[in-house]
């Protein structure tokens, strides 16, 4: 189950990868976009962590794969995938802590995720979201080839205020193999 690019090893989480979580998650910045709250404590980081130790990639359901930096060993975010009863459609959403942003890092962990779910798994189509506001995501979704789909306005209600939503999509025609 583990996916190895040039510099990560996208793989399952493990119970100490808990605290990592919870500090990432922990930071403002990471979290104002995201459903969970900053802070983020270390018995929901546990709780977490054991719920994604027990899903599988395969089934339908949400997984997250553990981004790990293969040059320290350290856990630096992470990819969840929403895979529909279908088996062909999945949704995709990723985090990456701040000090590990803009080194692309989440670019190729995406791909290589990408890439499983088109030529091993089969997806017809991958779907993002992600609050308008939040650029980061939206160009990182159009850098792998993702279609503005469209925007949902004043879609969510998160976190006292009410926020739009672009929606993203990426055919399986439309995927490039990467390797």
Known sequence: MLIETERLL???FRKP???????????PDIARYQSWDAPFSLLR???AVANFMASDPDRPGWFQYAIEHTADRELIGDVAVHLHDNLKQAEIGFTLARNRQGQGYATEAVR???DRLFTLQGLHKVAGECDARNSGSAA?????GFT???RLRQQTFIKDEWTDDLIYGLLSTEWPSYG
């Open 112 to 114: 290589a995720v990408l």
């Open 45 to 47: 980081a546990e709780t």
């Open 17 to 27: 990868d808990a605290e990592v979580l919870a500090a990432y998650r922990s930071d």
């Open 140 to 144: 990182l979704m159009e850098r792998l």
């Open 148 to 150: 503005l789909e469209g």
């Open 10 to 12: 996208l793989r399952r």
